[in-house]
């Protein structure tokens, strides 16, 4: 079992140049979502998908697009990156379902490290 | 809204001590999930503990244990001995229970360095 998936593992861009950040899990878990670590901020959310075919805004969602692809995808796009967007980026994945002992426990993908120049 | 403080930023202790990283939270529901999560150099982020707000029990996991306390609204955790392994950015969080909607708040994290 991979868990969450995310690609790439590095990337280094130009201001100003676009990207997407891909994650897929394969635990069949309804919500996914897209988080930003970056030095003494911990993890800040920047958008969520509660279920397939709905996506929302988190804590920090300027600058960033998402899209819930299917079940097990969910991408974040950035379309014009500037460099405060250099940042460590987290996909994870949750499922709600009742009695699971893993129910509401986040999985994390490895993390996609993004510099912005 | 929900907000999780976690107030040490970094220690530092020497193999073998006892060490307690304080996690303080914030919410006006009665229902909720806390967790701690360890993300050692290597980046990743491992889950370690789910704690449901019905259950104020003590859990006690190998060296590691958690203290809850609704009076005072915390979930501490003790590593006791601790080894050079468990150097690393802790982090505790706190999602409201039950709804899609409901998103995992975070800790800025912990840094516990423990030298040999």
């Known amino acids: 079992n991979a868990g969450v998936t995310q690609t790439p593992k590095f990337q280094v861009l130009k201001t100003g140049q676009s990207m997407t950040l891909q994650c897929a899990q394969d635990m069949n878990h309804n919500s996914m979502y897209w988080y930003r670590q970056d030095p003494g901020m911990g993890l800040r959310l920047i958008y969520y998908s509660a279920s397939e075919g709905t996506t929302d805004k988190g804590e920090v969602p300027n600058g960033y697009n998402v899209s819930r692809l299917n079940k097990r995808e969910f991408s974040l796009r950035l379309e014009s990156a500037a460099p405060s967007q250099t940042s460590v980026y987290f996909c994870?994945?949750?499922?709600?379902?009742?009695?699971?002992?893993?129910?509401?426990?986040?999985?994390f993908g490895a993390g996609s490290r993004l510099t912005v120049l | 809204a929900q907000k999780v403080t976690q107030a040490q930023t970094e220690i530092s202790v020497v193999e073998k001590e006892d060490v307690t990283l304080d996690c303080v939270y914030e919410t006006r529901d009665t229902t909720y999930y806390l967790f701690w999560y360890k993300q050692p150099p290597s980046g990743e982020l491992v889950f370690l503990i789910r704690r449901n707000s019905f259950d104020e029990q003590n859990e006690i996991s190998g060296r590691y244990s958690w203290n809850f306390q609704k009076s005072t609204s915390s979930f501490n955790f003790t590593i006791t001995a601790s080894q050079v392994v468990d150097s690393a950015v802790y982090f505790c969080a706190l999602i409201l229970y039950g709804g899609a909607t409901n998103k995992l708040i975070f800790g800025t994290g912990t840094l516990l360095a423990v030298q040999p």
């Open positions: 994870a994945s949750r499922t709600l379902t009742s009695g699971s002992s893993g129910a509401n426990v986040l999985t």
